[in-house]
């Protein structure tokens, strides 16, 4: 089936990074412009690939890469009191062992955001929903290039279950972020930052392998609050939001080698987390032409 939901738009793509500081080269030889992040609250930095169409891919990573990611998590996992370990996991969704076997890291999370800026997060998403439920959160970033901190609302879906800390739950959709700063100062826009050799010039299509594609599929409609608009491949759903950019859903498929080895890549993540991760990345180009991006493409 495809869903129609203009009133959001596809914000940034996340790859975590074992290490940021030697891990850029796959980048770079794919012939895109790299800018300068910042670091968060809770030790991790980033860098950033801004687009002509105002989406970008943030590479981020965590201070001592990920032995310093499973460090801070463990150290807080220990405490008695789990609030800040559920803070943590706010800011580090993808915070699990074995996030990739790869080199160098992986596709981990995808950012959307509404088409209208003025609308708040929370009155957005102010009626209950049934399939899952959002917790919001006020997040921030210190530039690297002036120190400047910029602060923003992401708001995290996870599926209803009778859980008391959102570690102990399992996240299905990506999440929200609402700008309390100018979006200017967070996404780098200037013409030398947002050009690229490759002629790469926004995010056209996320692509997530799932266990339930009902399930997903509810999910996901109430979280975006999608209106069905035509039946497509009963092994998919699509997901048509603004700017014809679109989230894609697929049956996982055992016959299916490629989605075999994807899952093979995050055999450390728990089964429950599996479907939240990415399969690909698909880009547009100033010559129309469609540029995919696997899970780990990059780093093989």
């Not at 950019?245 to 049956?251: F, G, K, P, R, W």
Request: a negative charge.
């Amino acid at each position: 089936m495809k869903y129609y939901c203009p009133q959001f738009r596809i914000d940034h793509g996340i790859i975590f990074l074992h290490d940021l500081s030697r891990c850029l080269a796959p980048f770079t030889k794919r012939s895109f412009t790299i800018s300068p992040g910042g670091k968060h609250l809770f030790g991790t930095f980033n860098q950033l690939i801004p687009f002509l169409d105002g989406s970008y891919l943030e590479l981020v990573s965590f201070e001592n890469g990920m032995k310093g990611l499973i460090e801070k998590r463990d150290q807080l996992a220990s405490l008695q009191d789990k609030s800040n370990l559920d803070k943590f996991y706010l800011e580090t969704r993808w915070c699990v062992d074995g996030v990739s076997d790869s080199k160098y890291g992986h596709i981990v999370d995808l950012c959307i955001a509404a088409v209208d800026s003025h609308t708040p997060l929370e009155t957005l998403f102010s009626k209950t929903m049934n399939h899952c439920s959002l917790l919001f959160k006020t997040g921030q970033r210190k530039r690297a290039i002036d120190d400047q901190v910029i602060k923003w609302n992401i708001g995290v879906p996870f599926a209803k279950e009778d859980h008391q800390f959102l570690f102990e739950n399992h996240h299905t959709l990506p999440f929200l972020i609402e700008d309390l700063t100018d979006r200017n100062l967070r996404v780098p826009h200037s013409h030398n930052q947002i050009q690229h050799e490759n002629g790469i010039q926004g995010i056209l299509s996320v692509h997530y392998i799932v266990d339930n594609l009902e399930t997903s599929t509810k999910q996901l409609q109430e979280f975006l609050q999608a209106q069905p608009v035509e039946s497509t491949s009963s092994n998919q759903s699509i997901f048509q939001l603004y700017n014809n950019a679109t989230i894609v859903l697929e049956q996982f498929d055992q016959t299916n080698q490629s989605m075999v080895t994807f899952r093979e890549a995050i055999k450390g993540i728990p089964s429950s987390q599996k479907s939240r991760f990415p399969f690909s990345f698909s880009f547009y180009t100033k010559d129309n032409q469609v540029i995919t991006i696997l899970y780990n493409d990059l780093f093989i």
